[in-house]
């Protein structure tokens, strides 16, 4: 029964934003809501912007359903409300981001919205609570859970707006995680996690038959925002609500978002080095320096998948794996992070 529900969510979700996004390419142009060539931009005419609307809609929706089902005809009340804040939630964060993509807000305003935001969830009960030890038992968070909250949220959040630069890069990196997240939902029977993330997949895979290279539309801060914000409070729902999946799935994350987080570290460290804004864009991202050396978008792009795929299979790995295993497989993908940071820096170092 379970698996036809999961199946229905996947199609509903595919076809509302499928066929949301046309509209909203014609709404953008109508009320010249576009990204215009820049300097720090790639592309060379102006296309449609705040594409995250399509999906973003799309899953709200689908989440409201949920709750209702979950609601009236199963029934379970703790999924039931979990969704409805999460709904309630990405609503105010695709505001934010809307609003963005329109007015162009500052760096330090917008953050300062997404904190207020994250301690709404966090009143609302999306918080860590505790950590994976590898050695031994789980560590409580104690006065840290507030924190290290808002710390996850705000990374999660804008490593995927840093990555936003690139032709069906963030969209299809957020397709592969929610494939990701919801088998690991599926093996540990966590409805709540499994029931988000294939609405979210399905939306995805919509989305970026419009944003794959060329590019009909892009997601803007919309969606971009709103993808972070799903998968950080997912996440966190899965420490909290949720003891069938523990802390891993805080684990899961940061593995599959590998691209994404490494790209942040790299770009905090890059404009303390300059002593210039660490909100401040630039044009030294992972993926424009990909397109220096030659790479092609499509290329980098479909790269970009298979790494966050590899990744995602270690993820998974990781879920029915010891903790020795799993210390063992972190000290290697810190190493794999280390050297990345080396030679990025160094080829910038050399210039």
């Not at 949920?66 to 409805?84: D, Q």
């Not at 020795?324 to 280390?338: E, H, R």
Request: proline share 3%; charged share 15%.
């Amino acid at each position: 029964m379970k698996a036809k529900i999961y199946f229905i969510a996947l199609v509903v979700s595919f076809m509302i934003t499928y066929f949301l996004v046309p509209l909203n390419i014609k709404l953008s142009k109508r009320s010249n809501l576009v990204d215009k060539p820049h300097k720090r931009g790639i592309h060379k005419k102006s296309i449609p912007l705040a594409g995250g609307l399509s999906f973003g809609i799309s899953i709200i929706i689908l989440q409201i359903i949920f709750y209702l089902y979950s609601r009236l005809l199963v029934p379970n009340l703790e999924i039931a409300l979990n969704m409805l804040k999460l709904a309630t939630g990405g609503i105010l964060i695709l505001i934010l981001g809307f609003l963005d993509d329109k007015k162009k807000f500052t760096a330090k305003y917008k953050l300062l919205i997404q904190i207020l935001i994250v301690s709404f969830m966090y009143l609302l009960g999306f918080k860590m609570t505790l950590l994976t030890n590898p050695f031994g038992m789980d560590i409580e968070l104690g006065i840290l859970s507030y924190p290290m909250t808002m710390l996850w949220f705000i990374i999660v959040i804008n490593s995927f707006n840093l990555i936003d630069g690139l032709d069906g890069l963030a969209s299809g990196v957020a397709a592969i995680t929610m494939l990701v997240l919801f088998s690991v939902g599926l093996a540990y029977k966590n409805d709540f996690v499994a029931s988000t993330t294939i609405i979210m997949f399905g939306a995805m895979v919509a989305f970026l038959k419009y944003n794959f290279f060329p590019a009909r539309i892009f997601m803007g801060d919309t969606g971009s925002l709103f993808i972070g914000y799903n998968i950080a409070a997912i996440s966190i729902a899965g420490t909290q609500q949720y003891k069938g999946i523990t802390a891993i799935t805080l684990l899961i994350p940061i593995i599959v978002l590998i691209i994404p987080l490494v790209d942040t570290i790299l770009a905090i460290f890059r404009r303390m080095k300059r002593n210039v804004n660490i909100f401040e864009a630039d044009k030294d991202h992972i993926h424009h320096k990909l397109l220096e050396i030659g790479f092609t978008q499509k290329s980098i792009a479909l790269t970009s998948y298979f790494i966050t795929f590899l990744f995602g299979l270690i993820a998974l790995g990781f879920s029915f794996t010891s903790k020795k295993v799993l210390f063992v497989l972190l000290i290697l993908i810190s190493f794999i992070l280390i050297v990345i940071v080396y030679l990025i820096f160094f080829k910038e170092k050399s210039k």
